[in-house]
C-alpha cells in the first residue's frame, strides 16, 4: 500500500511531540523552571501541524463517496482518536498555562496535583497510542 | 436590626469584586451558552460524520453560530475598550490568538454555512451536501484553538488576580 508521506511525518512526529509533552511535566514535577519556549513550540507543531493533519484526514474520510473505503470499526477508532486527540490537546495547553503561572508564584502544579497530571498522562498516551495503531493497521497490517 | 443582625437598607447591595460581576454579565453568560452549544454540536457532528455519515444538528449549529457571532462581536468590541491598550503579557497573547481563532472559526463557519444555505434553504433539498474537506478540518481545529485559548486565556487573567491578592 502507498503510504501518503504527511502520515509517516505525522505518525513520527507525534512520538517526538510526546517526548516533548514529558519533558514539560516532568521538569516542572522536579521542580525545574518551565521551559516555556518548548511548551510554546510543542502546543503550535501540535495544533498546526498534527492536529489540522488529523482533523483534514477526518474531513476527508466523511465525505460522501470519498476514495478511502473504510470499515465500520475503523471509522469510530477515527473518530474516537479524533476527539480524544482534541481534548487531550486542549488539556494540554490549559493544564501548561497553569503550571507556567503557578510557578511564577513559586508552586509547582503538577507536583502538586499527581492524581491531575497522571490522569492526563493517561489520556495523552491512549490519544497517540490511538493514532500509532490506526497508522499501522491502516498502512503497516 | 432584625435577629441581632443589622438590617439592610434597600438601596445597598452586597459588595461583589468587579471581576466576579463581570462573569456574570448577561452578554458573557449568552456567550458561553452559545459557545457551549457550538462545541458540544460540534463534536457531535464531527463523530457522527466520520462515524455514521449523519449530521445531527447541522441546522441548530447553522443557526447558534449566526447568534455566536452576534454576540462575540459585541462582546469583543466592549472588552477590548476595557483592556486596550496592547500589554506583553501571556493572558493577553492568550487573548489574541483566541481572538484569531475564533475570527478563523467564524470565517470558515460561513464558508461551510453557504453550500448548506444552497441545498437546505434554497433548494430544500435533503441531498448529502459536498462541504470542502480542507474547510472543514479547518473549521474543527480552529474551533478546538478557541476552546483550548479561551479557557487557558481566563485561567491566566484569574491566576493573575489570585496572584495579585495574595
Known sequence: MNIPPFSVFSAISELFVTAGVFYVIRRNWTRQPFPFALFLTVSLFEAL???????????????????????T???????GHGLLSLVAYLVFVVLGVLAYQEQKA?????????????????????????GEAIFTLRYLV | MSGGDPARAGNIVPFAPPRARRLRAPLLVLLWWLLGIEALGGLLIFFMRLAAGAMPGETIHVIAGVGLTLAYV???????????????????????????AMGL?????????WPWWRVRILARAHDPIAYS??????????????????????AAVLLRERAGRR
Open chain 1, 49 to 71: 501541524v498534527n492536529v489540522m493533519y488529523m482533523a483534514n484526514r477526518s474531513a476527508a474520510a466523511s465525505v460522501p463517496g470519498t476514495k478511502e473505503a473504510l470499515s
Open chain 2, 74 to 100: 459585541v462582546y469583543q468590541v466592549q472588552h477590548w475598550g476595557r483592556v486596550a491598550p496592547w500589554r506583553g503579557r501571556l493572558d493577553y497573547a492568550l487573548g489574541l490568538i483566541g481572538a484569531i
Open chain 2, 105 to 113: 472559526t467564524l470565517a470558515t463557519g460561513y464558508v461551510l454555512a
Open chain 1, 73 to 79: 470499526g475503523m471509522k469510530l477508532a477515527y473518530a
Open chain 1, 106 to 130: 513559586g508552586r509547582w502544579f503538577f507536583r502538586e496535583r499527581p492524581a491531575l497530571t497522571w490522569t492526563f498522562l493517561v489520556i495523552w498516551v491512549i490519544s497517540i497510542g490511538s
Open chain 2, 133 to 154: 474537506s480542507f474547510v472543514s478540518g479547518a473549521h474543527n481545529i480552529m474551533s478546538m484553538l478557541v476552546l483550548t485559548f479561551v479557557l487557558a486565556h481566563l
